[in-house]
């Protein structure tokens, strides 16, 4: 079992590493109040190959692996979590396209969102009345005059107001999972109107809307993959994503505890720093110990996607328990902050407040569970 990084994975690292400290971190707060993150950004990003990491060279992308995917989502985290949540979603959508579709869609649409020409891409499966339960989908599609109509409402779609390009579930057959089929829309195709702006509790620099598909008419061209395989390609993103949330928990927890502890050396109280107290240095203790072991799992579950080898239950058992890590790590920083904790002169309260969603999206706790659970008991 080697630990050491190879020279892509420590070249991809330090790329976002540096991006991060120099352009994120130091403007996250003001892309929080503005509720956008500025397309020269987005564009620098993937000029860097941040928005490709792991889709193929010839194609835009920097083709450099998993692991090296989820070593710069820690590190574009540790600096942005908003600018995290748009990556991550670009990323995922482009691996999505280069896995189940055509010639014809990689090369316009996998090199748009790597290059940057998209601005992002999105992932459009969740409803209204369909959030950890895909089979209650109620979006359709029919085939009509040698096109696909969808007609019916999506929420919860982030960068769902700047993609390029959308990858849409819909109903094209029976009731359940067996009946969906997913389809590439592009952004301002008509009839696919984009909602409000969500106001959310955190990761308010990321766009999150709902939209709505009124006789949104696409060509016979625009189903990815197989009629009726929609839910096998939602698992398979949700799998890749699930990795990349994890490490998004990872970068978050990072930035916080690093300022924790800068805040436990400076802060004085009873003539010394609270560094020195015993229950801050255990409150810090814990946080470093239950983070390495997030990360650890993390890369565990990217090395098996790298290694082309069954990585479902470990994605799971990553994102799981990097989420609940991350939730404990910046609740700690947030304490030891003591009342500074909570106001906006220090980030600790908008990292508590961006990590709490980690929690729900790309799979709940609870479904990461059941997965779990699943796994262990086939044996």
Same mark, same amino acid.
């Given at each position: ?19 991060? &400290? ?24 993937? #000029? ?16 450099? $692996? ?12 540790? +600096? ?57 989908? /109620? ?27 959308? =990858?849409?579930?819909? /109903? ?14 592009? +952004? ?36 990815? #993959?197989?009629? $009726? #395989? ?21 970068? =978050? ?7 924790? =502890? ?43 996607? &790298? ?61 990461? /569970? ?10």
């Amino acid at each position: 079992m080697d630990f050491e990084l190879n020279e892509t994975q420590t070249l991809v690292r330090d790329t976002a590493r540096q991006y991060a &400290e120099r352009v994120l971190r130091p403007q996250a707060a003001a892309f929080e109040k503005a509720e956008k993150i500025p397309a020269e950004v987005l564009a620098e990003m993937a #000029g860097l190959g941040l928005m490709g990491v792991n889709l193929p060279a010839a194609r835009g992308g920097a083709e450099a $692996g998993p692991v090296s995917y989820a070593l710069a989502m820690m590190e574009v985290a540790r +600096g942005c979590a908003s600018t995290a949540v748009t990556m991550a979603v670009t990323n995922m959508v482009g691996e999505v396209i280069e896995a189940f579709g055509t010639e014809a869609q990689r090369a316009q649409h996998v090199t748009a969102l790597a290059s940057g020409a998209y601005k992002a891409g999105a992932f459009a499966l969740s409803e209204p009345e369909a959030g950890s339960d895909p089979g209650a989908m /109620r979006t359709t599609a029919t085939f009509e005059g040698g096109r696909w109509v969808l007609r019916g409402a999506k929420q919860w779609i982030t960068s769902g107001d700047i993609a390029g390009v959308f =990858v849409v579930w819909a /109903r094209t057959g029976a009731p359940g999972t067996a009946g969906l089929s997913a389809f590439l829309v592009e +952004g301002g195709t008509p009839g696919l109107k984009v909602g409000h702006h969500e106001d959310k509790m955190g990761l308010r620099g990321s766009s999150t809307v709902p939209l709505s598909f009124d006789e949104c008419s696409v060509p016979e061209g625009a189903l990815l #993959g197989s009629l $009726g #395989g929609g839910f096998k390609i939602a698992m398979m993103a949700l799998d890749g994503g699930r990795i990349g949330i994890g490490a998004q928990c990872v970068g =978050v927890a990072t930035a916080a505890l690093e300022e924790a =502890v800068a805040y436990a050396k400076d802060r004085q109280q009873f003539g010394k720093t609270i560094g020195e107290f015993q229950a801050v240095q255990w409150m810090l203790a814990d946080a470093k110990t239950e983070l390495e072991a997030a990360r650890l799992l993390v890369l565990r579950a990217a090395s098996l996607k &790298e290694a082309r080898r069954p990585f479902s239950q470990e994605a799971s058992v990553a994102k799981l328990f990097a989420s609940e890590t991350a939730w404990r790590v910046v609740n700690r920083a947030v304490q030891v902050h003591g009342g500074y904790g909570y106001t906006r002169e220090f980030a600790a309260e908008r990292h508590l407040r961006d990590i709490r969603v980690a929690q729900i999206y790309e799979g709940t706790s609870e479904v990461q /569970r059941i997965v779990i659970a699943r796994n262990l008991l086939r044996g």
